[in-house]
């Protein structure tokens, strides 16, 4: 009896064994059978204004097991962007999804005009010595102007990880605002929602706002407010993009003159692991293809 039990013990044991084996394997299989060797960057659309020394968040994707990190990215020449911070961003079964802030230029000190240039890929430098130029969207940066003649001004600002954002300023003289325009019409117009809202002069909550239509007639001293939202569903490909915009209100002023004021818009990406591997499956068929090219 006591021979039964010794030898149930010990196939069991050696059940659990293999079992564990097998689950071991099946990890080191999974992981190692989407290896990533280097990095991937995701598709940014960018085209808003950039004041020198600002800082713009890249996002790239990494094996689990990588510690590469961005360090740089390199226009042309001797224009480097350098890494301010590092973050990451959540893991996706075998991908570590980064973000890399880089500051772009330095206070006061004007950008080269290369840092104009509209861009679909950028030469990228990694904390292990490797560079390589990677895909990266579309960005066209634009020069920041000093307004002619500030007839608005901003009193609170706030925004959040869902897309929505809200502007609130006030009028330092009549005015009213006639249009509102906004760059990356063909990415984005469909998906950007905004809304201006006002309130009584008898109240001040926001909640007894009154929603406001264009033209919006403006004395010295008014405040409104300014929400805009995008909503990209999660199933739509544009979601796991990142896109940074600019929204421009066209000011008609009391003595006939015209002034513009712009905020900036963003997104964020919302990573699934599914549109990780897309992407980087759709990377390495480009890649694949470039190296079939004569």
């Given amino acids: 009896m006591e021979r039964i039990q010794s030898r149930l013990s010990k196939g069991l044991i050696a059940l659990l064994v293999v079992c564990i084996a097998g689950m071991w394997g099946g990890n080191y299989y999974y992981y190692y059978a989407h290896k990533l ?73 004007p950008l080269p005009e290369q840092a104009y240039e509209r861009f679909q890929s950028i030469e990228v430098w990694f904390n292990d010595g490797v560079h390589e130029v990677l895909p990266i969207g579309d960005i066209q940066l634009l020069p920041y102007t000093q307004p002619a003649r500030v007839a608005i001004e901003e009193t609170f600002g706030s925004s959040n990880s869902n897309g929505e954002h809200r502007s609130t300023f006030r009028a330092l003289e009549d005015l009213s605002i006639v249009s509102v325009q906004t760059t990356l019409d063909n990415q984005i117009s469909d998906v950007l929602d905004f809304e201006f809202l006002s309130s009584p002069p008898e109240y001040t909550r926001v909640e007894q706002a009154i929603q406001a239509g264009l033209p919006i007639e403006l004395k010295q001293g008014n405040g409104i407010s300014l929400n805009y939202t995008f909503r990209i569903p999660e199933q739509d490909p544009r979601s796991f993009d990142i896109y940074r915009g600019k929204l421009q209100l066209l000011l008609q002023l009391a003595d006939g003159e015209q002034a513009t004021w712009d905020f900036t818009l963003n997104t964020y990406p919302q990573p699934t692991q599914e549109a990780i591997m897309q992407l980087i499956e759709e990377r390495e068929e480009a890649r694949h293809h470039e190296n079939q090219l004569p």
């Fill in 37 to 109: 060797e280097g990095a991937v960057l995701l598709n940014h659309y960018y085209e808003a204004p950039i004041i020198p020394g600002e800082t713009l968040d890249f996002y790239y994707i990494t094996h689990r097991s990588s510690s590469r990190e961005v360090v740089a990215l390199r226009l042309s020449g001797e224009l480097y962007w350098h890494t301010k911070y590092q973050s990451e961003r959540g893991e996706f079964g075998p991908y570590t999804l980064k973000a890399a802030t880089i500051q772009i230029g330095h206070p006061e000190v």
